[in-house]
């Protein structure tokens, strides 16, 4: 056997995984098996006919029925889905094999190892083992390696985008009767979901941010206090369902809701809950720095040092001190709108929640930011 031929062989067996890793359907799977067949069988009539002596072809089709194996230790296991083929590792599969040319023993060998033998014995793993996979796909079709999870929810609206309410608030004026609960709305061109609370303070307010501290998980932490400026201005985290503990809208949502300016809540469990009047979050170029005009009567103000600040992430240093205040703040505190580290976040590093009147000064369980 020549070099070419032999780099014929290799190259079968190497492609072999990619190919059915590209076939997205069981039939072209099956296409692709039936493609490496003609390939291996072409193989085989090359090899006769350069002087291969002691070959022979057997046929033959007979049922099989086994347990999926470990991926197979052959030239392609590492060219095929390792999801996928963690996902067969304990489907029962009855099948047909392929009829495939099976290559005898042959005088040839590489450094010793009879190549035309380790060539049939590859082939074989893998012809079965990517029949095992069509089979498991086949029961269950569903199996399909599933994308990274995210922490913004993906909104799945029950109207065109166009007919969408664009806050809470609009939504409350359509329908008085709308009841407190998460809903679909448009906020310039983007469909969110989010949390609207339509019984308290008068209704209508859109749900920005939350954080529930207790039964906070390590996860849920780390969120909290090591995002980047990229999830906090255009992914967002968690969700605004009641179940969740933490919810953040991409600041650019927050942006473009209150561009006309309006009321924000921190709803949080005391009496006494600061409410701002005139607020509004700037765009990126501003770094979403934050402002407001006023207190809403009968509520406790904002600090005035903290109103006009750009927003700060760990990678995005805007604030007023020497040091990122996202990170260098008594510990790990989070994205937020700092001065010189006042220590007011979603989340402080020493485990509580802060109402925004004063600097931890009022520790509370939750913080809910909702803007009307």
Not at 7 to 17: P, R, S, V, Y
Not at 59 to 70: H, L
Not at 235 to 244: A, F
């Amino acid at each position: 056997m020549g070099r070419q031929e032999l780099g014929a062989a290799l190259a079968i067996f190497m492609l072999a995984g990619m190919h059915v890793h590209r076939a997205h359907t069981n039939s072209q799977m099956l296409s692709k098996i039936g493609s490496l067949q003609d390939e291996v069988a072409a193989l085989t009539r090359h090899l006769k006919g350069n002087g291969g002596a002691g070959f022979s072809e057997t046929k033959g089709a007979s049922p099989v029925e086994s347990t999926a194996p470990a991926v197979p230790h052959n030239s392609g296991r590492n060219l095929l889905s390792s999801d996928a083929a963690a996902g067969i590792r304990t489907t029962t599969v009855t099948s047909t094999q392929v009829e495939t040319p099976h290559l005898c023993a042959a005088a040839i060998s590489v450094n010793g190892t009879n190549l035309v033998n380790f060539l049939n014995i590859e082939f074989k793993e893998m012809r079965d083992y990517l029949l095992l996979l069509v089979g498991s796909l086949t029961k269950n079709p569903t199996m399909a390696p599933s994308p990274a999870p995210t922490l913004m929810p993906i909104p799945v609206p029950t109207q065109e985008p166009t007919s969408l309410s664009t806050s809470c608030k609009e939504l409350l004026q359509q329908d008085p009767a709308t009841p407190s609960g998460v809903y679909n709305i448009r906020i310039g061109s983007t469909v969110v979901q989010t949390y609207c609370e339509m019984d308290d303070e008068g209704g209508g307010w859109t749900l920005l941010a939350k954080t529930i501290k207790t039964g906070l998980t390590t996860v849920e932490k780390s969120v909290l206090r090591e995002s980047f400026w990229d999830t906090y201005a255009n992914t967002g985290y968690g969700s605004p369902e009641d179940s969740s503990r933490v919810f953040w809208m991409p600041l650019e949502r927050w942006s473009e809701l209150t561009a006309g300016g309006g009321e924000m809540w921190q709803k949080v469990d005391t009496s006494s809950t600061v409410q701002l009047t005139g607020f509004k979050v700037a765009n990126a170029a501003a770094k979403y720095a934050q402002s407001w005009t006023g207190t809403a009567s009968g509520h406790l103000g904002g600090i005035d040092r903290l109103n006009g600040m750009k927003f700060t992430a760990r990678d995005n240093d805007n604030d007023e001190s020497s040091h990122n205040c996202a990170t260098d703040n008594h510990g790990m505190a989070g994205g937020w709108w700092y001065e010189n580290c006042y220590q007011l976040s979603m989340f402080h590093p020493n485990g509580n929640c802060y109402r925004f009147d004063a600097n931890v000064a009022t520790s509370v369980s939750y913080i809910y930011i909702y803007f009307r």
